[in-house]
Nanobody
Framework: QVQLVESGGGLVQPGGSLRLSCAAS????????MGWYRQAPGKERELVAS???????SYSDFVKGRFTISRDNAKNVVYLQMNSLKPDDTAVYYC???????????????WGQGTQVTVSS
């Protein structure tokens, strides 16, 4: 069984920083793309940032210059460093990854359970 577990969410004041972590565990044969999505109340889930196995990253315009995604392939962990946080960044943040379980020949897409980020004074 493969699972993703996020951590690092919480309450922060505008202009503050948080670092989210997402660890993949289980019978993992390999991980390709990993990413972070978010969903605010009443809104659709949207892509925040993504990173491939080799390191190339992609960011949505609303976080460029403020958020940084990185990964530790040896630990199967992806991070999201969030700086200069704004109230509009308030949302549940979800980890997402394309993982090939050891008993499969192809990748499957997995989601974490989500972690709440609240930006408020």
């Amino acid at each position: 069984q493969v699972q993703l577990v996020e951590s690092g969410g919480g309450l922060v004041q505008p202009g503050g920083s948080l670092r989210l972590s997402c660890a993949a565990s289980g019978n993992i044969g390999g991980i390709s793309a990993m990413g972070w999505y978010r969903q605010a109340p009443g809104k659709e889930r949207e892509l925040v940032a993504s990173i491939t196995t080799g390191g190339p990253t992609s960011y949505s315009d609303f976080v460029k210059g403020r958020f940084t995604i990185s990964r530790d392939n040896a630990k199967n962990v992806v991070y999201l460093q969030m700086n200069s946080l704004k109230p509009d960044d308030t949302a549940v943040y979800y980890c997402n990854a394309d993982i090939r379980p050891v008993w499969y020949q192809s990748t499957r897409n997995y989601w974490g359970q989500g972690t709440q980020v609240t930006v408020s004074s």
